[in-house]
């Protein structure tokens, strides 16, 4: 199985930061590689898919980059309603897995 | 509007079963792909199972192989997930997810159904 480790755990950040989160995968997956935002409650929500592909209706701050193991999501101007738990997900191999998340909190 | 709804969850017994559904519509449900994750109280995501358009191939996660099955009702815009033998640690909520064509990835997702698992 593809492992999905990411880092940081949690992060806290201020409005207006550029927020930058890690994924890395335990085997290349080439750019299958997706980012969810989950508020609590909530389902999980698309923002990137292809490693750089910004899902419609989700704002441009958001942009994925990265192929092979190492992938990055980045928030550019980091706002109040961007808290809550990203999550990174490979879809070049069964079984589809996911990395542990990333709690993103607003200082 | 796009929308996937859930239905079917519950406490149960280890052991016993149980089957999940979920009603789709404002979209060609036919044209997709169709997934079952789960997410443990607390916890993060894990996909669970996968089907094709039509039916004919069909994923699932190790854990689950041999006790779950995925299948779907293109006549009737539903998805299924019948779940026996269940332990403990099946105990999440369960979306329903469509997956984002020529992706293997999850464009639009339920809100959920409680699975609880316990004596």
């Known amino acids: 199985d593809i492992q999905m480790t990411q880092s940081p755990s949690t992060l806290s950040a201020s409005v207006g930061d550029r927020v930058t989160i890690t994924c890395r995968a335990s085997q290349s997956i080439s750019s299958w590689l997706a980012w969810f935002q989950q508020k609590p409650g909530k389902a999980p929500k698309l923002l990137i898919y292809k490693a750089s592909s910004l899902e419609s209706g989700v704002p441009s701050r958001f942009s994925g980059s990265g192929s092979g193991t190492e992938f990055t999501l980045t928030i550019s101007g980091l706002q109040p309603d961007d808290f809550g738990t990203y999550y990174c997900?490979?879809?070049?191999?069964?079984?589809?897995?996911f990395g542990g998340g990333t709690k993103v909190e607003i200082k | 509007e796009v929308q996937l709804v859930e239905s079917g969850g519950g406490l149960v017994q280890p052991g016993g079963s149980l089957r999940l559904s979920c009603a789709a519509s404002g979209f060609n449900f036919r044209s997709y792909r169709m997934s079952w994750v789960r997410q443990a109280p607390g916890k993060g995501l894990q996909w669970v199972a996968n089907i094709r358009q039509d039916g004919s191939d069909k994923y699932y996660v190790d854990s689950v192989k041999g006790r779950f099955t995925i299948s779907r009702d293109n006549a009737k815009n539903s998805l299924y997930l019948q779940m026996n033998n269940l332990r403990a640690e099946d105990t999440a909520v369960y979306f329903c997810?469509?997956?984002?064509?020529?992706?293997?990835?999850?464009?639009?997702w339920g809100q959920g159904t409680m699975v609880t698992i316990s004596s």
């Open positions: 997810v469509r997956v984002l064509l020529d992706t293997t990835t999850f464009d639009m």
């Open positions: 997900q490979q879809d070049n191999y069964y079984p589809l897995t």
